[in-house]
């Protein structure tokens, strides 16, 4: 019983509002020292838990890390080189960052990139940016979602199609043990890796064509001040 006693301190903690993260440290610290525990092995304790969870915890790293690059300036330095590129269009740029995160995603990359490393920060200024090089910097909020969406489409769609073809994906090893549990069959990962290619190129095909067709719909959207697609609707 006396280990619960920990359950108190993490209820008082949170009453008085104090630290999280220092009410649960106290709170397991205490429960263990009731039970017994040598002080060596709790700090054994937190040091596997810790080494056990640290993929979470490069998240909590990583963010704050891109927050304070926006902060200083990263979107606008992106905005300014990509103004220096001419030729370059929203749909262009988008179009190679869909076949990099689809081809760094096959090859087993796909933490390379995301909308909250990448997207945000990098990719969907640089694509606004070409469009306020061509149309101006007051562009309407549509067109900005427009191409905000875009962006993390283009993303989104690289990584789902292009991590299949890696053979040592978590989705791959999930249908391989589905389905020889479910039918009793036995899947080679490799074939379903091998597979997956044709349907990895013709989602390149088919939202690369998108992506090449997003200027147009651009243009159009500014020349007339609303979407082309809700005309047709």
């Known amino acids: 019983m006396l280990p619960l006693i920990g359950v108190l301190v993490v209820a008082a903690g949170f009453a008085l509002r104090r630290n999280p993260l220092i009410v649960v440290t106290i709170a397991g610290i205490t429960s263990a020292l009731l039970a017994g525990m040598p002080p060596a092995r709790i700090i054994d304790a937190f040091g596997s838990g810790f080494a056990n969870s640290r993929s979470i915890s490069l998240a909590f790293i990583v963010l704050p890390v891109v927050g304070l690059a926006e902060r200083y300036g990263l979107q606008q330095r992106a905005k300014l080189l990509i103004a220096k590129a001419a030729g370059l269009t929203a749909g262009r740029l988008l179009l190679v960052y869909l076949f990099v995160r689809q081809l760094a995603s096959a090859l087993g990359l796909a933490s390379i990139g995301g909308v909250a490393q ?5 990719i969907y200024p640089m694509a ?4 306020m090089r061509a ?10 979602d427009e ?13 789902f199609f292009g991590e299949d073809v890696f053979v040592a994906v978590g989705a791959v090893l999930l249908i391989t043990s589905y389905v020889d549990a479910t039918y009793h069959l036995t899947l080679d990962p490799l074939q379903i890796a091998l597979w997956a290619i044709p349907t990895a190129i ?5 939202h690369g064509f998108r992506l090449l067709r997003l200027d147009g ?3 159009a959207m500014l020349e007339s001040g609303s979407d082309p697609r809700e005309k047709k609707a």
Request: hydrophobic share 50%; aromatic share 4%; proline share 5%.
């Open 217 to 219: 719909r651009l243009k």
């Open 147 to 159: 191409v905000k969406a875009h962006s993390a489409a283009a993303d989104t769609i690289g990584v």
């Open 128 to 131: 606004e940016g070409a469009v």
């Open 118 to 122: 990448m997207v945000r920060p990098v």
């Open 135 to 144: 149309y101006g910097d007051d562009l309407p909020e549509r067109v900005s």
């Open 202 to 206: 013709a989602a390149f095909v088919i």
